[in-house]
């Protein structure tokens, strides 16, 4: 996962919080099941999520709203978005589809990390160096 972005004044987007009884404005993630969604995107969906970078945690651990269990007790982020850890649980084992939009992001974030030029000299060179 790479460094989050430099602050532009745009707050990271919120992906994957549910509702409560108490808070109905959330979504329900059993209405965002798709058992149709390829198996093979999820799994890279899934990866990318379990994989962000820390940006809080709590006290206390959050459960599946759909099969209850332990799901964590940290925020993650990309730098772009950010979601509870247990996100990547709710994708793989339940099909609980992403926005599109979010997807996509995935996709070009890691063909970018795929396009980067290395260096392969520099650590030879450095790995003694203390």
Known sequence: MSEPREDTGRPVRLLGFW??????TLPDPAGL????WDESE???VSDYLDHGQVAGSSMGVSRCRL????????????GHY???EGLGHCVLDHGVRLPAEFVEHIGHR???LEDLARDSSWW??????T
């Open 110 to 112: 890691l063909q970018a």
């Open 33 to 36: 099941v798709d058992a149709a």
């Open 124 to 129: 030879p060179r450095n790995a003694a160096r």
């Open 67 to 78: 099969c209850a269990c332990v799901n964590g007790s940290r925020d993650l982020t990309d």
């Open 19 to 24: 509702g409560t009884p108490e808070n109905r």
């Open 42 to 44: 999820r799994h890279w």
């Open 82 to 84: 950010l979601w509870p």
